[in-house]
């Protein structure tokens, strides 16, 4: 209700300036908003992650330390039991490892692999075999002789090597944090030796159970100890700048070393276990006892085994995770560093719980609580001593008893006295304090959005065996590390970003939603000047095809109703967004036709490129190249060589300068481009179509992915078909499921194929690497090239990036919505082109397979396997479809298998007759009415199977199984998909609709193969009418043969009348130049108000004279101008006109804020840009700001912009309100609310309120800052008053066009015998096409028909069939070995799918729980930093200072 208010509200105050205050509002403007239930989301997955991750290190710390006790040599089980259990002990120390080299194997083999540097790889070796060779003696030989809690305790010394590096390396962000490392140097020290005195204590005091020559083994755990502590040397290494170098060359070949020293590591490990159990220990190893290890003692040791596995990888997993989504310290540090203590409080929970079990006798108590001549101190004497006799329990209770047993081993076990069990409890605490002040700097990382694994930890590898002290102490410490000076490579980079959209004849609603997405993301964005969390600056761009027609009668060049469309648009949607009109736009013609130029409401800025076909090679490939090398090569250039741009022609636009200087940047400033200091890696082409609607969190969500690996040249997103009919209601589910399924486990297997070109982000560097950008330019010139290269012209792309070894991935939760096709027709124009491209390009990728594996790391033969039998699955698609109708009328119908198949095959090679005799139109009316045929049998079809499912009683059926896994399949996928599971409903759409989509399609497809023409769009708005003015006779006359068209205008009347005058009076010219003259005068008039508002200042009383002279002296040029325009404007061939952008005339600056007004009494009067016909019309257009109306309301809006956050709210209202009124005293009775001011009207109104503004701040008495906030208000004074300007294009730009169109742009003009001869090629192609398809399928229908006509008792499969009650039918299921085949790999091929889908979602709900926390996050500028020099409206930092004025 309060929106309705507040909307209500806007249009009163609109309603009392104009008559027509009401206008559109597209979805999707308002303000965005951060959701609740993500917020929830985000805490709740953090907590539910910490939780996780406490339990699995519980679980695996918990479970070592039973294993180890278990192979205890004092323990109550017997040989052969402590024997199997040591097995167990040691496969858990090799798992990590045997999964490290299966990992590295992998990427080695279908990867990459690099030779490693021997040296290197000699090194690494030496420190893993150290560390190998600790852990094992610690774990295998020394733990299991000393108590459990020594056991919890000890391992947290193996910090003590990373405290002493960070004290010698200085790692610390401030000095005073030396004292953490210091801490715990002291404290591990300090428990070494209270664990050294418990155990002299325990053998003073003869508390029994102590192994024989403890003291030995308390000394190899330490030294054991200080070996484990190598594991981690890199990580205080790579945080300091020592031996970088080796370090950086250690990142290439890490999975090489990886594979070598997982090797060593298992083979010391097993050398290390033989060595001792079969020549050391008192009892060595009979292998003959394996065989005689008891029921219970395997299921027990196999269960710790694979329980602390498990949780082992789990922990490590989950806590990458919590890393990953921002919950470092309560999903990560804080549960890590309490698996400890909290391993130690689930013990005592469980002791108590179980210790009445465990209870003595009362005789037995009774007899050792007191002797003759001495006397027990501890109540734990008669407990320990009881436990022996328990050691044949049952397994519940064995595990709690042999951990009691352990603990007996203490020093609660001391018959003197329980004193001395205090110093094992304070060993403890110390080696847990100097473990958790070793790791502070855990606890103080700031984790970018999204990161890395690599980027995160420093070692792949995890130690089961301290799976918590692992995890701290392979934190990278060089993630906080901001404070040093030299930078910090996890930093996230600044980018830009260029939003670049094609049109091609979109309509006013399709252009609304691409619009409103730009201005959205420039209200995400913000102001340029100001920092944003996201890193990033963009330029929307905006090529539109075919944007200008030729007027009928008088054949000038005019922008068409397109691009009026658009205009209208831009101006609706600024008008929305800011609730004014646009403040400053510029028109430029430019050698490929025409730009306009907009300021947004932010700053950002707006290009909308203009392309004449007459000029310009058009379509959307040619566009794309075009801004391709408009964006990454001119403009990459410029921003490289600043010295070689000579002096723009008009650098007058301040304000108007782009985010890499293009055409407006000052010439003293070119070093401050931004884009100077982004390299190619971190520039972004984002590709949309005219229709494409979008968020900013989707293009961020891109840019991640794109930033998070090197190696990712393309990023796409989720794309939403939208629309309404049953067309679209297909295309839903079609895009759905392709979405969930297939482009997942491209992803996820590999790289995807392809990168829809209607919303998808390219890295620069990526489209500028050799055989990508330069090969996109390639006119196609033989058949094959023209499927290839033009029908599918995003896919090519994608399959050039991945030859040249770039990936393409795949963002899930980025969203895009597109218009999709609703028309039969419409639709099947589309996927005729869409169907070869797709196989076309998949066959070259898989042609060059083996050179695409060897140079890119994503694809393996594995994955070109797998593309391999998809492509095979598309190519029996008309062949599987048929037999699929042949087995509805086999079950539909009753008929017999061989006389269905029949059946089902006589339509389709009647419809391909069709096709090759017919014109496309009869083609696809046909196919429409054979689609509602089959749509009808396959609901028959539908409901059959299921009938005959009832009837069997079973669904255990080829059929039934096949129908009931799929639609479980589905289901489950679409419950996956939370936000687009209704999605599910047009399942049933799309399964009734499969003959006409994977039949009859690829029927039209193939035979229609050799039409090249783009399909959609062809018709809409295709002929441009012009009104016709000036018309005296039109007639259209018929005799016989002949048709003759007559019209007479009023130009051609003119004409003849000066060719008699002429004749008659030879030295008068006074006719000639009356028609021009109202002309003259119109343009004069318009001229005036456009190009002399471009510098209104603050003006002085004594610049009346000035200016008067400066307007006749403009008034001479204007006319001279028009007395020439019938030269430059109307002749019917463009390249006969004259070249408007090589005038040398130089234009005066006009600057921002701090411009000094006196330095106006200099003003000269700048030469007009000579003007082509289409500009006046959309000047004209743009001057609807000048309106009475539209003032008022733009001049509010303005001071409340400029004003905002600057904490002068009072001020600024008080200025609005006075202001306003001043308006309105000015223009009231004067102008009506639809009349555009005159320039002197614009001049006395803006010395009107730049005077009452002054008066205004000088009134408020504002101590600081009074002059920097009066010009702030003049400024804004003046943008209102701005009118649009015509810019004329820089030398250099202007030949960088010419040569651009000059070698690749050139409009297309193939003659007639080359047409023919392409056509003849095609027709060649789509025959061999066709009959390869025609021969598969052939083969593969006649096999089944033969395998029909024999019959299933020759030759069949029997499978068993149950019942739903489990019993046993006494027919078997026979089926055909040919279908059997079949379904079982498309069911593989569904069950791969599934679960990369799966893997999927994990990571891309990690993704958008990590995104969520960080969004929409400003860090605005302080006013005082602000106002020093002048900072530009406009995306560069810019500073001008009065000395450069």
């Known amino acids: 209700m309060e929106e309705l208010k507040q909307r209500g509200r806007k249009r009163e105050g609109r309603h009392r300036d104009t008559w027509d205050p009401f206008q559109l509002n597209p979805i999707g403007a308002e303000k965005e908003k951060k959701r609740i239930c993500f917020r929830i989301l985000q805490n709740l997955v953090a907590v539910i992650v910490g939780l996780l991750v406490l339990v699995s290190g519980v679980m695996s710390k918990g479970s070592l330390l039973v294993l180890t006790t278990l192979t205890s040599p004092v323990s109550l089980r017997n040989n052969v039991d402590k024997q199997f259990y040591t097995l167990m002990l040691m496969c858990v120390l090799v798992m990590p490892n045997l999964l490290m080299f299966l990992k590295s194997l992998w990427k080695c083999v279908f990867k990459s692999y690099v030779a490693p540097n021997p040296r290197t790889l000699g090194i690494m070796c030496g420190i893993e075999s150290l560390v190998a060779v600790g852990t094992a003696i610690l774990v295998l030989i020394v733990m299991p002789k000393l108590d459990v809690l020594t056991n919890l305790s000890i391992p947290g010394g193996i910090c003590i090597l990373s405290a002493v590096f960070q004290i010698a390396f200085r790692l610390q962000t401030q000095s005073w944090m030396i004292l953490y490392p210091i801490c715990s140097l002291i404290l591990v020290l300090s428990g070494y030796v209270l664990l050294v005195v418990d155990y002299y204590v325990r053998e003073s005091s003869f508390v029994p159970g102590q192994v024989q020559g403890c003291y030995i083994y308390v000394g190899i755990a330490i030294f054991a100890s200080l070996l484990v502590s190598l594991n981690w040397w890199e990580n205080p290494f790579q945080a300091s700048t020592n031996i970088q170098e080796m370090l950086s060359e250690l990142d290439t070949f890490r999975d090489t070393v990886y594979l070598f020293t997982s090797l060593i590591r298992i083979a010391l490990t097993l050398g290390v276990y033989f060595l001792y159990y079969c020549l050391i220990a008192e009892t060595p190893i009979v292998w003959n006892d394996f065989t005689k290890a008891s029921k219970g003692t395997i299921e027990i040791g196999l269960g710790l085994f694979s329980l602390q596995a498990f949780c082992s990888a789990a922990c490590h997993w989950f806590g990458v995770v919590a890393c990953k989504i921002h919950a470092m310290r309560f999903g990560f540090a804080l549960p890590v560093s309490l698996t400890g203590p909290a391993t130690l409080v689930l013990g005592i929970i469980l002791f108590l719980t179980q210790a009445e079990s465990l209870a003595p006798s009362s005789e037995t108590a009774n007899l050792y609580r007191s002797g003759n001549n001495f006397t027990i101190q501890t109540p734990f004497w008669p407990f320990c001593h009881e436990l022996k006799a328990l050691k044949d329990v049952n397994k519940t209770l064995l595990i709690m008893l042999e951990i009691s047993y352990s603990i007996c081993k203490t020093s609660l076990n001391n018959p003197n006295s329980m004193w001395p069990f205090s110093m094992l409890a304070l060993e403890g605490v110390c080696m847990w304090l100097g473990l958790v002040s070793c790791t502070y700097y855990v606890w103080k990382i700031k984790v970018q959005r999204i990161e890395r694994t690599s980027q995160l930890f420093v070692r792949r590898l995890y130690e089961s065996a301290f799976i918590d002290l692992s995890m701290l102490l392979n934190t990278k410490m060089k993630v906080v590390r901001t404070a040093n000076k030299e930078s910090s490579n996890n930093e996230v980079e600044n980018c830009v970003i260029y939003l670049c959209a094609t049109m091609w004849h979109e309509t006013y609603d399709e252009m609304l939603k691409i619009m409103t997405s730009m201005f959205r993301l420039d209200r995400y964005r913000g102001d340029p000047k100001e920092e944003h969390k996201d890193c990033f600056d963009f330029e929307c761009h905006i090529y539109v095809d075919d944007a200008f027609m030729l007027e009928e009668d008088t054949e000038k060049k005019l922008v068409n109703t397109y691009v009026c469309d658009l205009i209208q648009v831009v101006m609706e949607v600024y008008r929305v967004f800011t609730n004014k009109e646009p403040d400053e736009v510029s028109i430029i013609e430019t050698p490929y036709g025409g730009r306009l130029v907009i300021v947004m409401p932010e700053g950002n800025m707006l290009y909308v490129h203009l392309k004449d076909k007459q000029l310009i090679r058009n379509k959307k490939r040619w566009s794309q190249i075009m801004y391709l090398y408009y964006l990454l090569g001119w403009k990459g250039y410029n921003v490289k060589n600043p010295q070689k741009i000579t002096r723009q022609n008009n650098p007058c636009r301040a304000s108007l300068i782009s985010l890499d200087g293009e055409s407006y940047l000052l010439p003293t400033h070119d070093n401050d481009s931004k884009r100077r200091h982004i390299s190619d890696e971190n520039t972004y082409i984002m590709a949309l179509d005219g229709d494409t609607d979008f968020q900013p969190a989707a293009l961020i969500l891109l840019v991640d992915r794109l930033r998070m690996y090197d190696t990712v040249g393309a990023a796409c997103g989720r794309i939403h078909p939208t629309g309404m009919g049953p067309m679209v209601w297909y295309q839903k589910f079609e895009y759905a499921v392709g979405h969930w399924l297939q482009k997942t486990a491209e992803h996820v ?277 012009k009104k016709q003015v000036g018309v005296v006779c039109n007639r259209d006359c018929k005799m016989c043969c002949w048709d003759v068209k007559i019209q007479v205008t009023q130009e051609t009347e003119n004409l003849v009348l000066q060719q008699f005058q002429q004749a008659v009076n030879p030295n008068t010219h006074a006719a000639k130049a009356e028609p021009d003259e109202p002309k003259a005068q119109s343009t004069h008039e318009v001229q005036n108000r456009l190009d002399a508002n471009k510098h209104i200042l603050d003006y002085n009383e004594e610049m009346t004279h000035k200016k008067d002279k400066s307007k006749e002296n403009l008034n001479k040029d204007y006319e001279e101008k028009d007395t020439c325009s019938d030269k430059s404007g109307s002749s019917k061939s463009y390249e006969k006109k004259n070249d408007p952008f090589n005038d040398d005339t130089d234009y005066d600056d006009d600057d921002d804020d701090d411009y000094d007004y006196n330095a106006y009494d200099s003003l000269e009067p700048k030469e007009v840009v000579p003007e082509s016909d289409w500009v006046e019309p959309v000047k004209k257009e743009f001057l609807k700001k000048l309106t009475y109306a539209n003032l008022k309301r733009n001049l509010q809006e303005q001071i409340r912009y400029t004003l905002r956050n600057k904490n002068q709210e009072d001020l600024c209202e008080e200025l609005v309100s006075i202001l306003t009124d001043n308006l309105n005293e000015e223009l009231r009775d004067k102008v009506g609310p639809e009349d555009v001011l005159n320039v002197s009207q614009l001049e006395e109104l803006q010395y009107a309120l730049n005077e009452a503004a002054r008066r205004i701040v000088k009134s408020n008495r504002i101590e600081n800052g009074a002059q920097r906030l009066e010009r702030r208000v003049k400024r804004a004074i003046e943008r209102t008053l701005v009118a649009p300007q015509v810019e004329k294009l820089s030398e250099d730009e202007h030949d960088f066009w010419k040569k651009l169109i000059e070698r690749y742009l050139l409009p297309i003009q193939d003659d007639k015998a080359h047409l023919e001869e392409v056509t003849r090629e095609l027709k060649s192609l789509r025959n061999k096409a066709v009959f390869l398809y025609f021969i598969v399928n052939v083969l593969w229908v006649v096999a089944t028909f033969f395998l029909q006509a024999i019959g299933t008792d020759v030759l069949s499969i029997n499978i068993p069939k149950y019942y739903p009650n489990g019993s046993l039918a006494p027919d078997p299921l026979r089926v055909e070995p040919l279908s059997l085949m079949f379904l079982l790999s498309f069911a593989v091929l569904l069950i791969i799918q599934f679960l990369a889908m799966l893997y999927h979602r994990v990571y891309t709900l990690i993704h958008v729980v990590s995104y969520r926390g960080s969004e929409k996050d400003y860090k605005e500028k302080d006013e005082e930093d602000e106002d020093e020099g002048l900072v530009l409206g406009n995306p560069l930092n810019l500073t001008i200072t009065a000395d450069d004025l």
Not at 830 to 852: C, I, M, V, Y
């Open 749 to 1025: 297997f590999g790289s995807v194929l392809c990168s829809p070109g209607c919303f998808s982000l390219f890295r620069g560097s990526a489209l500028m690497d050799d055989n990508v950008l330069k090969r996109y330019t390639t006119k196609a010139t033989q058949a094959s090239e023209y499927v290839q290269y033009d029908q599918g012209e995003d896919r090519w792309l994608c399959t050039l990036l991945l030859q040249q070894g770039w990936r393409v991935e795949y963002n899930a939760a980025s969203d895009a919505y597109t218009n999709s096709p609703q028309e039969f027709k419409e639709f099947y124009n589309q996927r005729r082109r869409w169907g070869p491209s797709t196989l076309a390009n998949t066959l070259d990728l898989l042609h060059h397979g083996k050179e695409t594996v060897q140079r890119n790391t994503s694809i393996s033969l594995l994955y070109i396997l797998y593309q391999t039998f998809t492509v095979a699955s598309s190519i029996l698609g008309p062949a599987s479809v048929t037999l699929m109708i042949a087995g509805a009328f086999q079950f539909v119908f009753g008929i017999e298998g061989t006389i269905s198949i029949i059946i089902g095959v006589i339509p389709p090679t009647v419809y391909m007759i069709i096709c090759f005799v017919a014109k496309p139109n009869f083609q696809i009316t046909i196919a429409a009415i054979l689609s509602v045929i089959y749509a009808f049998l396959m609901t028959a079809s539908f409901f059959s199977i299921i009938g005959d499912m009832v009837k069997q009683g079973t669904f255990i059926t080829p059929t039934g199984l096949f129908l009931v896994s799929g639609a479980i399949l589905y289901m489950v996928t679409a419950i996956l998909h939370p936000q687009e599971c209704t999605l599910i409903i047009y399942g049933l759409m799309y399964f009734i609709c499969i003959p006409s989509g994977y039949l009859l399609l690829t029927i039209y497809s193939l035979v229609n193969m050799h039409i090249v023409s783009w399909g959609t769009r062809e018709t809409n708005k295709a002929k441009e009418q």
